[in-house]
Nanobody, 127 residues
Framework: QLQLVESGGGLVQPGGSLRLSCAAS????????IGWFRQAPGKAREGVSCISSSDGSTSYADSVKGRFTISRDNAKNTVSLQMNSLKPEDSAVYYCAADKGITTVQTMRATYEYDYWGQGTQVTVSS
């Protein structure tokens, strides 16, 4: 059974940092493009960042460029999202998603392009 599990969410003050992790079971993330998405209450799910499976290319939403960094740890079969300088508007449930067809990334990929999804982890940025 292919499964993705997010972790690392929590409550942080504005300006703080969190590191989210997306772990896979039942498959090797090396061969999959990975995306991070978020969804705030009453809003549509939006792409935050993604990383390709083959060439290491990445993409970020304009709202997080320069603050968030996506990376792989193939030895641990995980993909992380380092989030710095967090703002209240970053508060949302964060999801990771995987798809084998995302071999290169030039722009953010849409939700329908991903086959596998995690259950999400809550990030709250508040003082």
């Amino acid at each position: 059974q292919l499964q993705l599990v997010e972790s690392g969410g929590g409550l942080v003050q504005p300006g703080g940092s969190l590191r989210l992790s997306c772990a896979a079971s039942g498959f090797t993330l090396d061969y999959y493009g990975i995306g991070w998405f978020r969804q705030a209450p009453g809003k549509a799910r939006e792409g935050v960042s993604c990383i390709s499976s083959s060439d290491g290319s990445t993409s970020y939403a304009d709202s997080v460029k320069g603050r968030f960094t996506i990376s792989r740890d193939n030895a641990k079969n995980t993909v992380s999202l380092q989030m710095n300088s967090l703002k209240p508007e970053d508060s949302a449930v964060y999801y990771c998603a995987a798809d084998k067809g995302i071999t290169t990334v030039q722009t953010m990929r849409a939700t329908y392009e991903y086959d596998y999804w995690g259950q999400g982890t809550q990030v709250t940025v508040s003082s």
